[in-house]
T-cell receptor
Framework: NAGVTQTPKFRVLKTGQSMTLLCAQD?????MYWYRQDPGMGLRLIHY???????AKGEVPDGYNVSRLKKQNFLLGLESAAPSQTSVYFC?????????????????FGPGTRLTVL | QKEVEQDPGPLSVPEGAIVSLNCTYS??????FMWYRQYSRKGPELLMY????GNKEDGRFTAQVDKSSKYISLFIRDSQPSDSATYLC????????????FGKGTMLLVSP
């Protein structure tokens, strides 16, 4: 299993450009998440999805859109990039609890996408 | 006040030292507590988790939760240079949670 993969690994954008970050997981997980990580700010949740076709806002959703058309993929879009969106973006996924087995489900993280907006 | 507070460090220790990493939190509903380890330029990975109060030990690592003080700790015994990483605490209120609340992470540097 590849786990959680992210495409691209690096990207440089100019202000106002758009782009889409792709997250894919092969673990048949229900929940998927997009975080950004900035120095001194920790991991902040942008958007998440609790199943195919669903999305929900996290802590810092402004300037981003997401789509979950297929269970294994979660896309993060920047319509008009701004320098404040320079960050490292992490995708994560987790399985829902089933049958009351275990108290916790681990979030599996991808390797990250380093985005610079000039 | 942030829901979860964590000293960013860096915390520098010599090899073999006992390391204590801590988080405080304000939401008394939190009952699932995790520690993630993140190596430089990598994604976080789960190190340990605990439910409610008490201790949990896994090799050189011990996680403690004191819900009365809203305080969690991660102890690393016989620290190794390979333990150098950022450690993030995370917590959740519900078993069937949909989101976690993360601390900002503490950078640990273990020198040979």
């Amino acid at each position: 299993n590849a786990g959680v993969t992210q495409t691209p690994k690096f990207r440089v954008l100019k202000t106002g450009q758009s782009m889409t970050l792709l997250c894919a997981q092969d673990m048949n997980h229900e929940y998927m998440y997009w975080y950004r990580q900035d120095p001194g700010m920790g991991l902040r949740l942008i958007h998440y999805s609790v199943g195919e076709g669903t999305t929900a806002k996290g802590e810092v959703p402004d300037g981003y859109n997401v789509s979950r058309l297929k269970k294994q993929n979660f896309l993060l879009g920047l319509e008009s990039a701004a320098p404040s969106q320079t960050s490292v973006y992490f995708c994560a996924s987790t399985q829902t609890l089933a049958g009351g087995i275990g108290p916790y489900n681990e979030q599996f993280f991808g390797p990250g996408t380093r985005l610079t907006v000039l | 006040q942030k829901e979860v507070e964590q000293d960013p460090g860096p915390l520098s220790v010599p090899e073999g030292a006992i390391v204590s990493l801590n988080c405080t939190y304000s939401n008394s509903a939190f009952q699932y507590f995790m520690w993630y380890r993140q190596y430089s330029r990598k994604g976080p990975e789960l190190l340990m988790y605990t439910y409610s109060s008490g201790n949990k030990e896994d090799g050189r690592f011990t996680a403690q939760v004191d819900k009365s003080s809203k305080y969690i700790s991660l102890f690393i015994r016989d620290s190794q240079p390979s333990d150098s990483a950022t450690y993030l605490c995370a917590m959740s209120a519900e078993r069937g949670y949909s989101t976690l609340t993360f601390g900002k992470g503490t950078m640990l540097l273990v020198s040979p």
